[in-house]
């Protein structure tokens, strides 16, 4: 599968999201004056891969987006994309799913240990 393939069986929403982080560290390292070599070299990718990147390419991987965001001192935004404490829809889940009654469950004959 090609490249363009995949990216057009990717939802409107996701490729939408991808073109703005893209976008987003490509302005973040224009605007702390950092050239696309240095940037690339700080993350360990080569030029072509960071202009792939600020593209928002679905094929650059999460752990090079990671390292990008630990250049511009942003990693913890990464840690909390769905904190779980948060997380109102799966807590609202798991809140429908406590039992209503709980009840003891009939203790066993004596064994005669003490």
């Known amino acids: ?18 073109r703005k982080l893209g976008e987003d560290l490509a302005l973040a390292r224009r605007r702390r004056r950092i050239s696309t070599a240095s940037m690339a070299e700080r993350i360990q990718i080569s030029v072509a891969t960071l202009r792939r990147l600020e593209r928002g390419d679905p094929s650059v991987a999460i752990g090079t987006v990671a390292q990008a965001l630990l250049v511009f001192n942003a990693i913890d935004r990464l840690a909390q994309l769905l904190d779980t404490v948060a997380d109102e829809v799966g807590l609202q889940l798991m809140d429908e799913a406590v039992p209503k009654r709980i009840r003891n469950k009939p203790l066993g004959p004596a064994s005669g240990a003490l």
């Open 1 to 18: 599968m090609s490249d363009k393939t995949r990216e057009a069986t990717l939802p409107l929403p996701v490729r939408r999201s991808l």
